[in-house]
């Protein structure tokens, strides 16, 4: 019997038996449905993660010279701890022979960051964080101005009492107001607002936004360091990746003189890039989607068992037919196929419906909650595969068994 | 009317039949569609061994209309599962349309099934679910006939039963009588060497049991070969030949004249 036949006829039996064949695919249809949900999570949370996360923090084609990585996520040794602890902090005075020593194509900024109470005459004192910059801060981090300006050159060589704010901060610390040439005291000392940036968005429902950025010479950085000349980090950014690495080699160096390392010492410095962040993601994606792919396998198994149990009934009810259809001259691997594909088709169209359910849970879950969802294409060819090949297996028995009936046997069933 | 037709079909006669069932191990020619030698089945029931056939020789020529009868328990089903090629016998030779069948695997089996034969059961078997042509076209799904070609065939098949008005009913929106005649339909649907019908009227009332007897004339009048195995004497009396099974071995084998006159039935 050629192989559509066999499907047309598996899907006429299908339709004949609707509410047992809904309940004989529902397991696999579960199944197969948290697969896609779980791995479309995962899928969702990485391109967070990269897109996003890591994305807004460090940019792209940059790295961030500072005393320790700024992102440490994943499981830290506390011997590591330890050793950041101990190392030397960067100072202003780093800052010159680094910038020197770029190569042609790159650009460079400096920030300091810390939290500070930010009061104006309009609203109660607010949290927020301060970041002191210099260099070209702005064109790294990408962040453009949606009202005011940004700060002129003299500004940052004289650390002027200038700020620029977040967005969150024109609400909190000016409710209904124009923030511009209004002041703003940080540790006592006032500064005027002349600008605020474009949102940074979100993460995980934690907004990026909630932010002050003031000239890093001005008074704020005494706020943000135990020592005046501290800073956290120099940002390099450069215009491709070789450039980028060939920036790399020189800050390294450098820095390594200035700390007087020997040769065959570790670095006491990181230079953190958005892959070096993301290498802990990485680790964690991958035990994610085992996870993630897992437990929907029980699921399956599950549905695998109750589609054989359930097929071994039908062959049972369908002796008969069975033995009609060997009379009229059906060979064993026709009666083999027609169950094997009833199944196998049974089976798929629960992934099918599996497939369908779990893009939808997705993205009700992505509309709902903070976590991400993105449907992953691969996840779709493994549902519909899975999905068939369960129905494989767990129709072989059934059918094989249907197919040695004897005949006569069969067709004397009532 | 009988008395015209038997001039016109040959019917083999003992001697012929001898003939061809002594010559042991050699294929029969084409004009004989059914030969058997010597055929035995055993069956074990629980340690207990039945012998349902104890050597049968019968030979049927094309275009013969012949009725097995027989008591239960005379091992008339195990003979025609053997001719239906359902089962296969221990001992002796069965030679279908020329070819020996009694040593063929399984899946050769269901070859000449689809190719050979066409069955009428007493409970007519038909697919429930299915519609009557879906029913009549198996046969072809199974000899590898596209799909155009089957409902195509199905439905001449069907109008040759004057069904050809009911071909989407499904089994249960039909009488007893329109299901026997769709199953004949089905028999018949792959042209097979021989029909062969199980009780084909064991379901029916005598009124229905005529028409589809008159649809079996029909067919045996068009040169069809039909062999037919019942227990009703007066059924079997419709065939031209008769063949009385009893205790597993064949107790008389003669024309229809000779039986009816024995049982003193008249037709």
Redesign the interface.
Known sequence: ??FL?AVRLAL??IR?QKLKSFFTLAGVCIGVMFLITVVSIIEGMGRYMKEDLVGKIIAVNSFELRRRPNINMGEMDPSVWEEYRRRRRLYVSDLLPVVEALPEGTKWAQESEGGVQATSQYARPRSTTAIGIDGDWFGIKQLGMTDGRAFTEQEMAQGENVLILGPDMVDRAFPGLDPIGRELRIGGIPYRVIGVTESRGSVFGISFDNFVIAPWRSPIRRLLNPEPQMIDAVIVQAENQTVLIEAQERVRAVMRTRHKLRPGTGDDFSMETSASALEFWDKIEGYLVIAGVALPAIGLVVGAIVIMNIMLVAVAERT??I????????????ILAQFIVESATLSTLGAILGIALGIALAQAIAALTPLPASVAPWSIVVGVLVGGGVGIISGVYPASRASLLD??TA?RQE | MSQHLEEEVPLSTTAERKIIVDQAGAAPSKEWVIVTRGVKREYDMGGEIVRALRGVDIAVRRNEYVAIMGPSGSGKSTLM?II?C??TPNEGEYWLNGQLVSTMK??EL??V???EIG?V?QTF???P?ATALANVE??L????IS?NERRERAMEALEAVQLGERVHHRPNELSGGQRQRVAIA?ALV?RPSILLADEPTGNLDSKTSEEIMRVFEGLAETGQTVIMVTHEPDIAAHARRVVVLRDGTIESDERREVFTEKLGLTL
């Open positions: 019997m050629p036949e006429q039996t004949v008969r037919e033995g009609i259809r060997k009379a009229l001259g059906a060979k064993r691997r026709d005949p006569i067709l | 599962n239906g359902l089962d399984d899946d269901a070859r099934r689809n190719k069955f059961f078997n038909l697919l679910r198996l046969p799904v199974y000899a590898g799909s089905r792959n």
